[in-house]
């Protein structure tokens, strides 16, 4: 039988210098303590960009002006089928955050490769690090 397929957002926010802003996520979660890149899933009568910014403001609390399509992965977990739908956000107000309690840091893209991320996460990474 085949799982559902969860639609995310996923965003890659980075900054003047090059950063890129990841979130760890909370023990209680799925793949909870590893770290990722901010979004969430896409509501019923969202589209992935509405989606985006309303996960951002809600999770980090930036306002996203200008983004861009990256890439898309499709991965299966033991408990869950997920859509990756990875945005670029090239423009946004604000200070990022964890609004929400969680860890979250600036890294550089070669320190990208020493942090922990979900499997499903691990080909955004690739992209990022080959860039």
């Known amino acids: ?5 969860l639609w995310v957002a996923v965003g890659v926010i980075q900054d003047p210098l090059g950063r890129i802003f990841i979130c760890r996520r909370p023990q209680a979660k799925h793949q909870g303590g ?17 989606a985006l910014a309303r996960e951002l403001g809600e999770e980090i609390g930036i306002r996203v002006t200008a983004l861009a399509p990256l890439l898309e992965i499709r ?3 033991a408990d869950k089928a997920v859509l990756l739908d990875v945005w670029r956000v090239t423009g946004f107000d604000g200070h990022p955050h964890g609004r929400e309690g969680q860890v979250a840091r600036w890294v550089s893209r070669a320190e990208l490769a020493g942090y922990d991320f979900p499997e499903g996460n691990r080909a955004i990474v690739a992209q990022l690090l080959a860039e």
């Open 1 to 5: 039988m085949d799982k559902p397929r």
């Open 34 to 50: 590893k770290w990722e890149f901010p979004g969430g899933k896409v509501e019923a009568g969202e589209t992935v960009q509405q």
């Open 75 to 77: 991965h299966d977990y």
